[in-house]
């Protein structure tokens, strides 16, 4: 099971944190003001109101621990700069920050955020890609009682290989792709040979309760 903080709990920050709790990782949610952080309480592992700006404050949560740890501190460009500078100083594995514009992604890369979300632009060209050329699997039209999801592999799954997993067999349903992140690359019906990776994602089909089966081996840490 990952661990992940989120910084700042605006509307990015605030379903980066439910999205990946609801993917069954562990995920601290942390802001300065209350009201944020008693909304996300049902959705996180534990919410902490915390002045992240504070040096001594921020080392006391041993983000340096977690897989990942995403700055989403929304306008404020100093205060993004300076969280980052500190978890890069920690030594956080790897720091995902938001950004407002290309010149303040370019100084959070320089000060140590290893990946840049711009979530408005990315937001824009996903739209009109859209619009453009329609998604076909927007349009397919499953039977009833089945899925085509993006799931999140379970830990069990992580140095194995498709034939390995054997996952049809098992639970019924097929992977028909995979979404590779390190680097970035889309494996549309990949061999048995494929290896799956902690970072990759599974285009995955099936009926809709064999598919919360899969889920449910991520949730619980239990072995495919």
Do not use: W
């Not at 720091?95 to 100084?107: D, F, R, V, Y």
């Not at 050329?133 to 899925?147: K, S, V």
């Not at 494996?187 to 899969?214: C, N, R, T």
């Amino acid at each position: 099971m990952n661990k992940f903080a989120v910084i700042g709990l605006g509307k990015f920050g605030f379903h980066v944190a439910r999205t990946l709790y609801e993917h069954g990782n562990n995920v601290i949610a942390i802001d300065l003001d209350k009201a944020r952080v008693n909304a996300i309480d049902a959705y996180c592992t534990e919410a902490v109101v915390l002045d992240a700006t504070d040096e001594d404050a921020i080392r006391t949560l041993g983000l340096e621990n977690m897989d990942g740890v995403i700055v989403s501190t929304g306008n404020e460009i100093g205060i993004s700069m300076l969280i980052c500078l500190y978890l890069k100083e920690m030594g956080a594995k790897q720091i995902l920050a938001k950004a407002t514009n290309e010149n303040h992604g370019k100084i959070l890369k320089m000060i140590g955020a290893t990946q840049i979300a711009h979530p408005e632009k990315e937001m824009a060209i996903r739209m009109a890609r859209g619009l453009s050329t329609p998604n076909i699997l927007d349009f397919l039209p499953l039977a009833e009682g089945y899925e085509l999801v993006q799931v999140v592999p379970p830990q069990g799954f992580f140095g194995k290989n498709l034939k390995e997993l054997n996952l049809r067999a098992k639970y019924g349903v097929h992977i028909i792709a995979i979404k590779e992140s390190m680097p970035e690359n889309f494996v549309l019906v990949p061999p048995a040979s494929f290896i799956i990776k902690d970072s990759d994602i599974l285009i995955m089909l099936g009926k809709s309760e064999d598919i919360q089966k899969v889920k449910a081996l991520r949730v619980y840490n239990k072995k495919p």
